[in-house]
């Protein structure tokens, strides 16, 4: 059982065991603390090559084929980032913003999440890194947002142009900066006080 890169496919063999039985799976050989950075377009090409036309099922999975696929991919791409390879982690981050902007926009427990995009790559480069063979990546990924949003300030927006009331103004006829302190905030309705 060899992947596309000729290494064992550890991911086969550890889904193959029960259930129970995955978690407790170590590696025999202790990885190094540090994995020297590279960049390889050539690896990230290997494994996209298989998959080419099928990369619309991090926009949309149709069904639990798809599913199964998008996962496929995506640990293939994982284990070739945690060797090191820059290019292939730059390359399943664009794919999981396509999934995670849906997901941000479909799926309650995440809403949260949005206008943290800065904060959503970082989280993707740490799934990415201490992922295990725990089964599905994007199962791992989707918890790992649910539960690391619990602890955001949710963002909302709202426009200035908006009206306050029946009386015809507008919000921005409000903002005003605070000469005491510095702050800008909206001042002078009581609806906003």
């Known amino acids: 059982m ?8 550890w991911d086969r063999v550890i889904s193959n065991l029960k259930r129970d039985f995955q978690p407790l799976w170590r590696p ?13 377009k050539q690896e990230v090409n290997i494994i996209l090559k298989k998959y080419r036309h099928k990369l619309y099922v991090f926009i949309s999975a149709l069904n639990d084929e798809d599913r199964l696929l998008r996962n496929e991919i995506s640990i293939a791409l994982v284990r070739i980032s945690q060797k090191g ?3 292939a982690q730059r390359q399943l981050i664009k794919l999981l913003r396509y999934l995670t902007d849906q997901w941000l926009e479909c799926f309650p427990p995440l809403y949260r999440w949005r206008g943290y995009g800065d904060q959503l790559e970082e989280r993707f480069i740490a799934c990415i890194r201490c992922y295990r063979f725990t089964g599905s990546f994007i199962g791992y990924l989707y918890k790992t947002l649910e539960y690391s949003g619990r602890g955001l300030v949710k963002m909302e927006s709202h426009s200035l ?9 507008r919000i921005i006829d409000f903002v ?12 002078g309705s009581n609806h906003y006080n």
Request: glycine letters at 12%; a neutral charge.
């Open 2 to 9: 060899r992947t596309d890169l000729d290494d064992i496919d």
């Open 176 to 187: 005003a900066k605070d000469l005491e302190t510095g702050d800008i905030g909206i001042f």
């Open 161 to 169: 142009d908006g009206y306050v009331g029946d009386s015809g103004k």
């Open 85 to 87: 390879n820059l290019s």
């Open 28 to 40: 025999l050989k202790n990885r190094p603390k540090r994995v020297k950075k590279y960049r390889d």
